[in-house]
């Protein structure tokens, strides 16, 4: 108390007592705030030291950027045609159409016929059309119509010219000769 000699008498002692409540016990190792109160009172040393949760918040935000940039997007809906993993032996990536999404897995329905399930992380998507050549008629009992994958036609499909002249150049009998 001789060293607080600054303010009145009760401006000392509730120092005093916030000095005593917050230095740890030599017996528990524990402070009396923590021991009463369950919380650490914040005194001026504390208010001196950085604040730890900003940190942390940096160093989350960092690592969540860095993730972000080098990862995948596994985003697939029905129809959409992909590559599947092949564990079998044989060609390592099937093609095939997502017909039923069971939320990061899915059910695929492969050119011959097969139906597979596969995790979202052993697919891939493919910008190749072979819709055409899957049958879509069942899966475990459900009925899948066509009609409700999205159709995107095939080069053989729309008729593409075999050669550029035939499209430009026209023949003797277009003219009417």
């Given amino acids: 108390m001789k060293k607080l000699n600054k303010g009145s008498i009760s401006s000392r002692v509730s120092r005093f007592l916030l000095k005593y409540r917050t230095t ?5 190792g524990k402070s009396l705030d923590m021991l009463l109160c369950r919380r650490k009172l914040k005194t001026h040393p504390d208010l001196l030291q950085p604040d730890e949760s900003a940190k ?31 564990f079998r032996s044989g060609v390592r990536w ?60 095939t080069i053989t499909q729309i008729g593409v010219p075999k050669k550029i002249t035939d499209s430009i150049i026209p023949k003797s009998s277009d003219l009417g000769n």
């Fill in 56 to 86: 942390v918040r940096r160093a989350q935000t960092t690592q969540k950027l860095w993730h972000d940039t080098h990862s995948k997007g596994r985003e697939f809906s029905i129809g959409d045609t992909v590559f599947a993993y092949n």
């Fill in 24 to 28: 740890p016990h030599p017996t528990t």
């Fill in 94 to 153: 099937l093609n095939g159409i997502v017909i039923v999404n069971e939320g990061s897995s899915f059910i695929i329905k492969l050119l011959d016929g097969c139906t597979i399930r596969r995790h979202a992380d052993h697919l891939r998507k493919s910008v190749l059309d072979f819709s055409a050549d899957i049958k879509l008629n069942s899966h475990s009992g459900s009925e899948i119509v066509s009609s409700d994958i999205p159709f995107i036609p």
